[in-house]
């Protein structure tokens, strides 16, 4: 299968997205901080043949446009808004990773008739002292200077976030951080801006909830579990942050067959 690599226009700028065709309802999958659309190849080729398939590099990210000021997740959720727009997505399934996640319940929270499931792998479902802290800890951009020291504070953070696993992977996100120096900064902003328990609770559309079992939010999603008994839960294998790369079959199958059930439960 070949994937497609395009860009749309939109009126703040282009957004860089990858494609595989389909048919039926498209699948848009939204990235962490601070990865890219390269991140769902894997799951985007064990779900090929099926429903169409987008990956965007979210403003700031990739190879899509640098967003000026702070942004917020509003704004985020207007530029894929205006992507879906031009791509004629009227309504989609919603994957997203991490902070793909905070992007897909703004999407659904503002503009419900678009999203018709949401699937979420890896969740910062942070009470409101534990976001504030955390909204505090990232205020600082970390800035390049002349010694290099944010090089290697970055590939610090990487190798810390993603542990003893393929080094090309770790090479692959540390590639993307060092391409966000800002729109990792601005992301991160957002998300600790953003009350996601609050946001959620209006959300009305099927969820399924998916973590590995080594996620570094895995005390978050038993959690959230609790809190909001009709989402439908799964746990997967390792993977970390990382599991739509790592574990891209277990995504791709526990998204499938949650899309049938849906299908089976609405005919």
């Given at each position: 299968?070949?994937?497609?690599?395009?860009?749309?226009?939109?009126?703040?700028?282009?957004?860089?997205?990858?494609?595989?065709?389909?048919?039926?309802?498209?699948?848009?999958?939204?990235?962490?901080?601070?990865?890219?659309?390269?991140?769902?190849?894997?799951?985007?080729?064990?779900?090929?043949?099926?429903?169409?398939?987008?990956?965007?590099?979210?403003?700031?990210?990739?190879?899509?446009?640098?967003?000026?000021?702070?942004?917020?997740?509003?704004?985020?959720?207007?530029?894929?808004?205006?992507?879906?727009?031009?791509?004629?997505?009227?309504?989609?399934?919603?994957?997203?990773?991490?902070?793909?996640?905070?992007?897909?319940?703004?999407?659904?929270?503002?503009?419900?008739?678009?999203?018709?499931?949401?699937?979420?792998?890896?969740?910062?479902?942070?009470?409101?002292?534990?976001?504030?802290?955390?909204?505090?800890?990232?205020?600082?951009p970390l800035a390049p200077d002349g010694?290099?020291?944010?090089?290697?504070?970055?590939?610090?953070?990487?190798?810390?976030?993603?542990?003893?696993?393929?080094?090309?992977?770790?090479?692959?996100?540390?590639?993307?951080?060092?391409?966000?120096?800002?729109?990792?900064?601005?992301?991160?902003?957002?998300?600790?801006?953003?009350?996601?328990?609050?946001?959620?609770?209006?959300?009305?559309?099927?969820?399924?909830?998916?973590?590995?079992?080594?996620?570094?939010?895995?005390?978050?999603?038993?959690?959230?579990?609790?809190?909001?008994?009709?989402?439908?839960?799964?746990?997967?294998?390792?993977?970390?942050?990382?599991?739509?790369?790592?574990?891209?079959?277990?995504?791709?199958?526990?998204?499938?067959?949650?899309?049938?059930?849906?299908?089976?439960?609405?005919?």
């Amino acid at each position: 299968m070949t994937i497609i690599k395009a860009y749309v226009d939109i009126p703040e700028g282009q957004i860089h997205y990858r494609h595989a065709p389909g048919n039926g309802q498209p699948i848009v999958f939204l990235h962490r901080t601070p990865s890219s659309s390269l991140s769902f190849e894997p799951m985007m080729r064990a779900l090929a043949g099926g429903r169409p398939l987008y990956a965007f590099d979210t403003p700031g990210f990739g190879q899509s446009f640098t967003p000026p000021d702070m942004p917020s997740m509003a704004d985020y959720g207007n530029w894929m808004k205006g992507a879906f727009d031009v791509l004629e997505i009227e309504t989609c399934v919603i994957f997203g990773n991490h902070t793909g996640v905070h992007i897909a319940v703004e999407l659904a929270l503002s503009s419900p008739h678009r999203v018709s499931a949401l699937i979420f792998n890896g969740i910062a479902y942070y009470a409101t002292e534990e976001r504030l802290a955390f909204r505090d800890r990232i205020r600082a951009p970390l800035a390049p200077d002349g010694e290099g020291a944010y090089a290697r504070e970055t590939w610090k953070m990487v190798a810390g976030l993603l542990g003893e696993i393929d080094p090309l992977l770790i090479h692959q996100e540390f590639m993307g951080a060092m391409n966000s120096i800002t729109g990792r900064h601005q992301a991160f902003s957002a998300v600790g801006d953003q009350d996601l328990p609050t946001a959620l609770a209006k959300v009305h559309c099927p969820i399924l909830a998916l973590t590995a079992r080594d996620d570094m939010f895995r005390d978050k999603f038993d959690v959230l579990l609790g809190d909001v008994p009709t989402i439908t839960g799964k746990v997967l294998g390792a993977g970390g942050i990382c599991s739509p790369e790592r574990d891209a079959g277990a995504n791709a199958e526990a998204l499938g067959a949650f899309l049938s059930n849906l299908d089976r439960t609405t005919k």
